[in-house]
């Protein structure tokens, strides 16, 4: 079997605050392979995007601290790099869409001068060969007349537009590794079908592995191999996407397929859709034991004591639950 294109190994990240110091995540583990696209699934809160802005080293230090864990990229520690090697890494190798792409473009540059800088900084282009090259990639996310969106600003483009200017960018280099944090995030739902289509295909044409962030499940049936389940900073269900997603092994995962809208169900009166009492705890006031215990129907008197340790399931499958898979 071929080495994972990365290999997140026990990551744990806090932030130095007034209230002293929390721990946003605590301790996670896993490998993203080759031309696979895996999705970091959870509520807003869990630690998914603090976790993959820390793999491009990202959080600002301070206040943020990787206290422990590995990052492997290629045989290197991620977590060991000095600033010009990973400036080096960032955007050639390892590519980034960020979650709004109206507050991640510069809105004072034209998108061609944004687009032309990264080629610049990692190729040896000349500056008229790096806006052929950003027009031929506007044209490859089908943006149409690619040159005249090089010369105009954020602003000047609709949502969908500029996510796709996002995903351009993050391909100029041709990167083994695209994170994509919350693609599809304020986008109509036409759009949002026309975004995972694209990365989709972008995906099977370069071979590039993906990393997903999402708290949509519509995106992870769409596009995902494999699914990491995230709560309270830590993993608490993963295993293949269809699998997970038809048999949950944990209360949490159970809760957030449960709150997924179905077609035709709320037509009944006095329907209501199914939802996940309470919300994801704040940092300086994690449960004891389980973290899910308060807000999880199938709770016992261990739950509250005593912390699940992550377990091995048939099929390539983990979760982290006393209580055994059926029981739900």
Known sequence: MSEPELDIQNLKISFS???????AVNGISFQLNQGEALALV???????????????????????????????????????LNAKT???????????????????????LTIGEQMAETLLRHTTMTRQEALQKSADLLSRVDLPSPKEKLKQYPHQLS???????????????????????????????????????????????????????THDLGVVAEIAQRV????????VESGPAHALLDNPLHPYT????????????????GARLEEIPGTVPSLDQRPSGCAFHPRCAWAIEKCKTQKPQLREAEGERQWSCHLEPGSL
């Open 254 to 269: 159970r809760g957030l397929i449960a709150s997924v809208p179905k077609l035709g169900a709320l037509k009944k009166k």
């Open 228 to 235: 990491l389940i995230m709560y309270a900073g830590e993993i």
């Open 42 to 80: 959870g509520e807003s809160g869990c630690g998914k995007t603090v976790s993959a802005l820390s793999i491009l080293r990202l959080l600002p230090e301070p206040p943020a601290e990787i206290s422990s864990g590995k990052i492997l990229f290629s045989g290197q520690n991620l977590l060991s």
């Open 159 to 213: 949502g969908g537009m500029r996510q796709r200017v996002m995903i351009a960018m993050a391909l100029t280099c041709s990167p083994r590794i695209l994170i994509a944090d919350e693609p599809t995030t304020a986008l109509d739902v036409l759009i949002q079908a026309q975004i995972l289509e694209l990365l989709e295909s972008l995906k099977k044409e370069t071979g590039m592995s993906m990393l997903i962030i």
């Open 17 to 23: 605050t007034p209230r002293g110091k929390l721990t």
């Open 86 to 108: 990973l400036q080096d890494l960032r955007g050639r190798s390892i590519a980034m869409v960020f979650q709004d792409p109206m507050t991640s473009l510069n809105p004072v």
